[in-house]
Nanobody
Framework: QVQLVESGGGLVQPGDSLRLSCAAS????????LGWFRQAPGKERQFVAV????????YYADSVKGRFTISRDNAKNTVYLQMNSLKPEDTAVYYC???????????????WGQGTQVTVSS
């Protein structure tokens, strides 16, 4: 059974940085797309970024492009989300996801972590 465990969230001020980690286990990920989503209170879950594990090709939502970087460590089966220049509107629960896919512009996934809270406030 695939399991995803996020860590690294916290409370930061605008302009600060955080790095989220997602440890993946229970499956083979070399031919998988992993990524990050986020959900603010009262809002739909929003796509953030994905990475193709095999070749490290990435894709980002426009709202985070240029500020966030997704990466992976093959040896550790871990995916990261480096978040720079954080804004209050980045406040959300961030979820790691595995077997991410898209259909007609909508992103979803087969497996999800529990989420980690990121709060950006002055």
């Amino acid at each position: 059974q695939v399991q995803l465990v996020e860590s690294g969230g916290g409370l930061v001020q605008p302009g600060d940085s955080l790095r989220l980690s997602c440890a993946a286990s229970g499956g083979t990920f070399s031919n998988t797309i992993l990524g990050w989503f986020r959900q603010a209170p009262g809002k739909e879950r929003q796509f953030v970024a994905v990475i193709w594990w095999s070749d490290a090709v990435t894709y980002y939502a426009d709202s985070v492009k240029g500020r966030f970087t997704i990466s992976r460590d093959n040896a550790k089966n871990t995916v990261y989300l480096q978040m720079n220049s954080l804004k209050p509107e980045d406040t959300a629960v961030y979820y790691c996801a595995a077997e991410v896919r898209t259909y007609t512009g909508t992103w979803t996934a087969n497996y999800w972590g529990q989420g980690t809270q990121v709060t950006v406030s002055s």
